[in-house]
């Protein structure tokens, strides 16, 4: 019983660890730390080997909880009730936990505040497009937490943050906002600037 209760732990810990880098953003953003968003982006490139870690762990805990007992020949009094942590419901909780950590970043954008940008210059004379290449985000939130960023700054006109490709595209109002200004945004959310055009 007690080698169900390390593997359901074990099942959360690596689930956690799987999406750390993507939970960190959200927990920087919630306690006003910014700047720690990208300390656990190291990970990400492991995230397919704790996902696989985390679903192999799980599934043999279940497996463990559901095989069927070996009954003993005795007349032993069995009636003792189990602490929560050796049910099964305690497994399902850990299980639906665990899932929700692998898939946090699909939903991790969900926990900033949508933000508007305050420039709107239509002028198109009057406006600069200045590209950030961007190290060590991970996820949607990652992309979140460097458009609020930016988004404090006057004179953005247009924002466009992908993880994926690794950039911020940002449209600026020429006599408003400085590029020196929006790398320095773009620090210090804890991601680094590694080019700029």
């Known amino acids: 019983m007690k080698s169900e209760n390390k593997l359901a732990g074990l099942g959360l810990l690596t689930a956690i660890s799987a999406s750390l880098c993507c939970i960190t953003p959200v927990l920087a953003m919630l306690s006003g730390t910014r700047g720690l968003a990208s300390t656990f982006s190291w990970l990400d490139p492991l995230r397919p080997y704790l996902i696989g ?50 898939v946090i970043p699909t939903y991790a954008h969900d926990f900033f505040s949508k933000s508007e940008n305050k420039t709107v210059v239509t002028d198109q004379s009057k406006i600069q497009t200045a590209e950030f290449k961007i190290g060590g985000m991970t996820c949607s939130g990652c992309e979140e937490q460097v458009k609020q960023e ?29 590029i020196e200004e929006i790398e320095k945004a773009i620090e210090k959310t804890g991601y680094s600037v590694t080019d700029k055009k």
């Open 150 to 178: 930016v988004n404090k700054l006057t004179g953005i006109n247009e924002r466009t943050v992908s993880y994926e490709i690794g950039d911020a595209i940002i449209e600026i109002a020429q006599a408003q906002a400085a």
């Open 53 to 102: 870690l985390t679903v192999l762990v799980l599934g043999f805990a279940w497996y463990q909880k559901l095989k069927p007992k070996k009954q003993m020949d005795c007349d032993c009094d069995t009636t003792e009730k189990k602490p929560f942590t050796q049910t099964k419901n305690f497994l399902a909780i850990a299980t639906v936990f665990s899932g929700l950590m692998l």
